[in-house]
């Protein structure tokens, strides 16, 4: 898949009563796209199914919340976030997304599975989009690439540990 996609600025929604749903294996390639996934996204069944989940990540999207969430269900652990995908075409979508590790009887971590929701957009306009503006151009402003990261994830600590709250915390009073 391109990352070379022209971004259209055009949002996409989806329905208050529909799901998006993906699975994953344990390195984050798809095994599962839902139709609404497919519908919002533009792409295929085919055309998704052995990709990195993140071929709809959007370049807007900080790094720093990836890197939580990707550490968060690694450690088998589940998340919520809101999160920003680019479309096939290049539009976007915003969803309100939960992930969770799929586990064998023994614990051992099999894939991943998220369902993402539609957003409150008050918590978007007023809380998420102004928040990661600000993790991604603390991002972009460092050359090194590590270094934005590590930047832009000191600041969500900082906020964090401003307020007295761990992640899951701080998501549950947005």
């Not at 295929?44 to 807007?60: A, D, S, V, Y």
């Not at 989009?129 to 991604?136: E, F, G, I, N, R």
């Not at 972009?140 to 994830?153: E, I």
């Amino acid at each position: 898949m391109s990352k070379e996609i022209t971004l259209t600025g055009v949002e996409q929604t989806f329905a208050d009563n529909e799901l998006i749903v993906s699975k994953t294996d344990p390195k984050g390639r798809l095994t599962y796209c839902n139709d609404i996934f497919l519908q919002i996204s533009g792409y295929t069944e085919q055309e998704c199914l052995g990709q990195p989940h993140n071929m709809i990540r959007h370049p807007h999207m900080p790094r720093c919340i990836f890197g939580l969430l990707w550490e968060t269900i690694q450690e088998g652990n589940e998340i919520f976030a809101y999160v920003v995908n680019r479309c096939k075409n290049g539009d976007h979508y915003w969803v309100n997304a939960h992930v969770t590790p799929s586990k064998n009887k023994a614990g051992e971590i099999l894939g991943f599975h998220s369902n993402r929701r539609t957003p409150d957009q008050r918590i978007l306009n007023e809380i998420i989009k102004p928040l990661y503006k600000d993790l991604l151009a603390e991002e972009q402003r460092h050359t090194n690439r590590k270094t934005g990261l590590q930047a832009s994830t000191d600041m969500v600590q900082n906020i964090l540990k401003s307020k007295s709250l761990e992640y899951d915390e701080f998501f549950a009073k947005l």
